[in-house]
């Protein structure tokens, strides 16, 4: 048994029930059949040495499927590698990784749509019941519990819809409190003692001039005592860097993925989460990754407050949070305001995840705001320089946030309030934060689209 208990013995009989469980990858992989329904596991959380093993098996296996959720252990997930063509097994996720992704483009891999504060609800009402759900876990305490990592988010739902759960215990997955954090051996029909493969790391893209821009036409509307939620990626960690330059205190996390940027708010003395309205003096969150400084830093902390999705992604506990404030990135707005935040087109980017969520919450929270932030251009692979403010979005994109529920759009060249605003003034306010290139074009087109008097004058 791997876990050193020190001076704790363990509860009475929980040992001898450990090692009557102790079973090897292989023999795990061994109980999936031909037709099987799987759970793989969440993010940190998602079983390595069972799904080699079960990779193995590939010639032997058909029609089973394996949902999992944002897969981030090396380059692709093994029984792809195995199994280029889905002829063996039907993998899907209700978000996409870089890895998932590339998959999804060759076509062996699916997306599950769905808002993710319902998945949940979905695993445990609207698929299948799973013959085995697997995941990792952190070592046993001596209490017979297995912390299941920075990662609760939808578990509980599939736990509630499986007839048998295997756990793979990892000595690095770190241990996280909050709520729905662990399994009893009770729970767990059977264990693998894992290889410890380290967790895996997201390390921040330096920041552009444009990120910069964007991120001080952000913290000039931040208010002391305000609840933050920022998103993944290069942006808002350059929101964090500003944020920790400038004068404000007393802030507070409540965010579906914690990352490094609250790390270094709390050095910095900004993050107390005492003026939170729900939860205070706790970081809340549904998922966590990041840099091995911030595992190191969330390890067994008790300051981390890790609960389900559908708690932490609710509107109305969003909302409960004084001041709150959302920052996500986004890929595309339309003259309406529609904001795309899941695909290129028919190429599909990502999942739903909780934006529509926090942007609502944000609005309906005392003093609260959200802010959709983009860069006015990209520039394709031929050279083509298009602007991601556009007069409609295009064939195929999907609409994260409807215009009804946009408050803040944000560019390098502004932040503009579309709240309470008509057609019209939307039109113009977001004409004025595209780029000056575009200006003139966009105009152009929002008075062939009816929503810009023909008598005004081009923008300057």
């Given at each position: 048994?791997?876990k050193?208990?020190g ?36 993010m ?6 069972i ?7 590939t ?16 380059e ?19 978000h996409l990784t870089?890895?998932?992704?590339a ?6 891999f ?7 504060r ?54 690095n997955?770190?241990?996280t ?10 729970q ?17 893209k ?27 990626g ?15 205190k007393?802030l ?12 270094k ?13 729900i ?10 990754q ?5 595992y190191k830093?969330?390890?067994n ?39 795309n935040?899941?695909?290129?087109g ?5 999942g739903t ?6 942007v609502?919450?944000a609005?309906?929270?005392?003093g609260?705001k ?7 251009t990209r520039?394709l ?11 409609t ?12 529920g946009?408050h ?5 060249y ?13 039109a113009k306010?977001?004409i ?9 074009e966009?105009e ?12 005004s004058?081009?923008?300057k």
């Amino acid at each position: 048994m791997s876990k050193d208990f020190g001076l704790f013995a363990p509860v009475n009989g929980i040992y001898d029930e450990y090692k009557s469980k102790l079973i090897t990858a292989k023999e795990a992989a061994s109980m999936v059949k031909s037709g099987m329904y799987l759970h793989f596991g969440l993010m940190n959380g998602i079983v390595v040495d069972i799904q080699e093993a079960l990779a193995e098996r590939t010639e032997e296996l058909e029609d089973v499927t394996i949902i999992q959720t944002m897969w981030s252990y090396g380059e692709k997930p093994p029984v792809l590698k195995n199994d280029p063509h889905a002829e063996h097994f039907h993998c899907a996720s209700t978000h996409l990784t870089k890895q998932e992704r590339a998959a999804n483009k060759d076509g062996n891999f699916w997306f599950l749509p769905v808002q993710f504060r319902e998945n949940p609800k979905l695993h445990r009402e609207c698929r299948p019941t799973y013959d085995i759900a697997f995941l990792q876990v952190a070592p046993m305490d001596a209490s017979g519990n297995f912390n299941i990592g920075p990662q609760v988010a939808e578990y509980w739902g599939v736990f509630q819809n499986c007839d048998k759960i295997i756990v793979e215990v990892n000595e690095n997955l770190i241990v996280t409190h909050g709520v729905g954090n662990y399994l009893n051996i009770n729970q767990v029909d059977y264990i693998v003692e894992g290889s410890n493969t380290p967790m895996p790391t997201i390390g921040s893209k330096v920041p552009t001039d444009i990120d910069r821009r964007m991120a001080e036409n952000i913290v000039e509307h931040l208010e002391d005592g305000a609840t933050l939620q920022l998103g993944n990626g290069a942006f808002p960690n350059c929101v964090g860097s500003l944020i920790v330059d400038s004068n404000l205190k007393d802030l507070g996390c409540h965010t579906e993925m914690f990352v490094d940027a609250y790390l270094k708010l709390y050095e910095a003395g900004k993050l107390t989460n005492m003026k939170k309205g729900i939860n205070q003096g706790k970081m809340t969150f549904t998922f966590a990754q990041g840099t091995e400084d911030l595992y190191k830093w969330m390890d067994n902390n008790p300051m981390m407050m890790s609960a389900p999705v559908d708690y932490v992604n609710n509107v109305d506990v969003i909302a409960s949070n004084h001041k709150m404030t959302s920052i996500n990135s986004c890929l595309q707005i339309d003259l309406f305001g529609q904001v795309n935040s899941e695909s290129s087109g028919l190429q599909h980017i990502g999942g739903t995840g909780g934006q529509l969520d926090f942007v609502m919450g944000a609005f309906q929270s005392e003093g609260g705001k959200s802010f959709l932030c983009t860069p006015s251009t990209r520039t394709l692979k031929d050279g083509t320089v298009e602007s991601l403010i556009m007069p409609t979005l295009p064939q195929g994109s999907i609409v994260s946030t409807p215009r009804s529920g946009v408050h803040y759009i944000v560019t390098e060249y502004g932040a503009v309030n579309l709240k309470g605003k008509t057609t019209y003034e939307r039109a113009k306010l977001l004409i004025s934060v595209a780029h000056p290139d575009f200006r003139a074009e966009l105009e152009e087109e929002a008075q062939k689209m009816g929503i810009w008097p023909t008598s005004s004058k081009v923008m300057k």
